[in-house]
């Protein structure tokens, strides 16, 4: 049997065009095929990202960019907003890199309250703030507006955003909302494997990292805008991740990005229906629901484990039995990327089979 079609949150399922586009033939990244690739790149990552911005992409995971990002704009105190593995994980990082770092916590399945970050702000003393607007461990999808703009009621305060399960399945709008760092894998909603990672930097954002001693090199924001102008990156970059992604960003264009949100939007809203029809309970609050996953409550007496196998062993498909704390209490069904309405009546087909 094949490998299983992946619905688990990311990496997700990879299309065989997109496989395609990447296997194209090698180039050399210090010459003017690889600066036509970079430059095609930019108007697309810049609509998906809603900035004007140079849009950088990294050969790392998210993880590089998201302490690289401390790195270039924390100086003193760094205020997390925790509610699952990933914030919280953030809070973690920026005390292993030797900030002093508190936090905003909420447990974990419950969204990130805008007046609760006010007030830890006006406590002072943060110059740095990590915010996650879809936590895809719990599957919340927290106020990215509200957020953003307490925050910015602070003028000192950079703010970091991690959209990894975010960008592209609903609106970001990075220059509207004033955030100063924005990034994301491209192994989640844009359906490649996992390797870069995307990322723009506000002029604020900028002016800080020029300011900030010891960034280092690999993740130094001023050694990538350097090397943007020129259309290129500092380091040997993911080639053939970036022949995918010129792939996606037309498929983007051509699908219409309010088209792409809506698509989404219905291929979520099918998964809630199923769910609700098997009375499955949702861990994320309403209102409050990422539109990219969802993430259920495993009932008691029910046996997980046994679905998610006899889903992969009689279906070949392959959805998440929790992350973190909540792994086996919770599941976690993927509906980003390529996934239409009739890929996911395939996936509940299957599941209700297994189901019985």
């Known amino acids: 049997?094949?490998?299983?079609?992946?619905?688990?949150?990311?990496?997700?399922?990879?299309s065989p065009e997109t496989f395609a586009a990447m296997s194209r033939t090698m180039i050399g990244h210090r010459g003017s095929e690889f600066e036509a690739l970079y430059a095609s790149l930019q108007p697309g990552l810049q609509a998906i990202f809603g900035t004007s911005r140079p849009v950088f992409v990294s050969?790392?995971?998210?993880?590089?960019?998201?302490?690289?990002?401390?790195r270039n704009l924390a100086r003193k105190k760094v205020l997390s907003l925790c509610c699952g593995a990933f914030?919280?994980?953030?809070l973690d990082v920026a005390k292993k890199c030797g900030y002093d770092a508190d936090s905003v916590q909420v447990e974990w399945g419950q969204q990130i309250d805008p007046e609760v970050v006010r007030s830890k702000l006006a406590e002072g003393g943060f110059d740095t703030v990590t915010f996650i607007h879809s936590e895809t461990s719990t599957g919340v999808l927290n106020d990215l507006a509200a957020i953003s703009k307490v925050v910015k009621s602070f003028p000192e305060t950079m703010l970091i955003v991690d959209t990894v399960s975010s960008l592209s399945t609903v609106p970001v709008d990075m220059d509207a909302n004033g955030i100063d760092v924005m990034l994301a894998g491209v192994q989640k909603a844009l359906a490649l494997p996992p390797g870069l990672?995307?990322?723009?930097v506000s002029e604020a954002g900028m002016e800080r990292a020029?300011?900030?001693?010891?960034?280092?090199?690999?993740?130094?924001?001023?050694?990538?805008?350097?090397?943007?102008?020129?259309?290129?990156?500092?380091?040997?970059?993911?080639?053939?991740?970036?022949?995918?992604?010129?792939?996606?960003?037309?498929?983007i264009e051509k699908e219409g990005i309010e088209a792409r949100f809506a698509r989404h939007a219905k291929t979520n809203a099918m998964i809630h229906a199923w769910g609700a029809k098997r009375g499955f309970e949702h861990f994320a609050p309403e209102g409050f629901r990422s539109t990219?996953?969802?993430?259920f409550k495993t009932p008691e007496g029910f046996?997980?484990?046994?679905?998610?196998?006899?889903l992969k062993t009689k279906h070949n498909f392959l959805i998440n039995g929790g992350y973190g704390k909540i792994k086996g209490t919770t599941f976690r069904i993927s509906n980003m990327g390529n996934e239409t309405e009739a890929t996911m009546q395939e996936l509940i087909d299957a599941m209700e089979d297994v189901l019985g």
């Open 197 to 200: 990672c995307v990322f723009a």
């Open 292 to 295: 990219a996953l969802t993430c």
């Open 303 to 310: 046996d997980l484990s046994g679905f998610i196998k006899a």
């Open 1 to 14: 049997m094949s490998s299983p079609k992946l619905f688990s949150p990311g990496p997700i399922d990879v």
């Open 59 to 70: 050969t790392s995971s998210a993880w590089g960019v998201m302490e690289g990002a401390l």
């Open 87 to 90: 914030s919280d994980k953030w």
């Open 210 to 251: 020029k300011g900030t001693p010891n960034r280092g090199y690999y993740f130094d924001f001023v050694e990538f805008a350097k090397n943007a102008a020129l259309n290129n990156t500092p380091s040997t970059p993911a080639i053939s991740i970036l022949y995918g992604l010129q792939f996606i960003l037309g498929e």
